[in-house]
């Protein structure tokens, strides 16, 4: 019962905030890398940022993301957002060729 979901997508104005979060269950959270990816419709998906197991991080500009292990949880803080940005957002979780993903939250920039 592998599961990843992703919470806080919503309707945001242009230039505002948004924190994204998923909660990991069924396997060892600790032992995975994870990452955010996101889909725009007719676009290909896209990686956003990842945090290795160490804490090692890979962004894409205003957006943060951070992990809890003691909690089950990564999140995506995402700064000074654009219409561009508009797109589901995906948890996923990867160790070795193992890879789990989660159904995705809607984000929408628009004012």
């Known amino acids: 019962q592998v599961q990843l979901v992703e919470s806080g997508g919503g309707l945001v104005k242009p230039g505002g905030s948004l924190r994204l979060s998923c909660a990991a269950s069924g396997f060892t959270f600790s032992s995975y890398d994870m990452s955010w990816y996101r889909q725009a419709p007719g676009k290909e998906r896209e990686l956003v940022a990842t945090?290795?197991?160490a804490g090692g991080l890979s962004v894409k500009g205003r957006f943060t993301i951070s992990r809890d292990n003691a909690k089950n949880t990564v999140s995506l803080q995402m700064n000074s957002l654009k219409p561009e940005d508009t797109a589901v957002y995906y948890c996923?979780?990867?160790?070795?060729?193992?890879?789990?993903w989660g159904q995705g939250t809607q984000v929408t920039v628009s004012s």
């Open positions: 945090i290795t197991t």
């Open positions: 996923n979780a990867k160790r070795w060729t193992q890879e789990y």
